[in-house]
């Protein structure tokens, strides 16, 4: 079956404009630093009266990607290590959460704020991978691809060493 698309109007994607689109990665950014801090510094664990709490190695991980996070604007030159620190938020994650999901198996013991925390990381970061990769593709749409062959003695020298590798 075959319709005639001639009396639909196609519409195209009307993003918001580039300094918008950074200005939303840069804040939601910062959300996830200040959350993935916060998972580093909350208990991940509630635990009855009279216990001690356990030395949480895994939410240790977080401070080195909520640092990252927060030094690395998401200015076009920036933006690589905006994405490579992002990446870096749930690998973190994975550790604490794990640690902490596996300690609630115990009936009495409980997951703290700091769960909470790193999952809104977990969360914000894929939020603000989103915004960024807009930002980057509004950018380029913007001011268009200039393509420039690459040099072919690099490419040869390149291919030449995978060869031998």
Known sequence: LVWSTTA?????????????????????????????????LADHLVLPAGLPAPTDYGARLLWPPALAVALTPPAPRTRPALVAALAAVPLAAGLALDAAFNATRVPAVEPGAGVW??????????????AAALAGAVERDEEGVARTPPPLPLVGAGLVAALTA
Request: proline letters at 2%; a positive charge.
């Open 8 to 40: 639909r109007k196609e519409h195209d994607l009307a993003l918001p404009g580039r300094r918008r689109l950074h200005v939303i990665a840069a804040s939601l950014g910062l959300a996830t630093a200040a959350s993935a801090a916060a998972g580093a």
């Open 117 to 130: 925390f790193t999952a809104l990381a977990v969360l914000l970061a894929s939020a603000t991978a989103v």
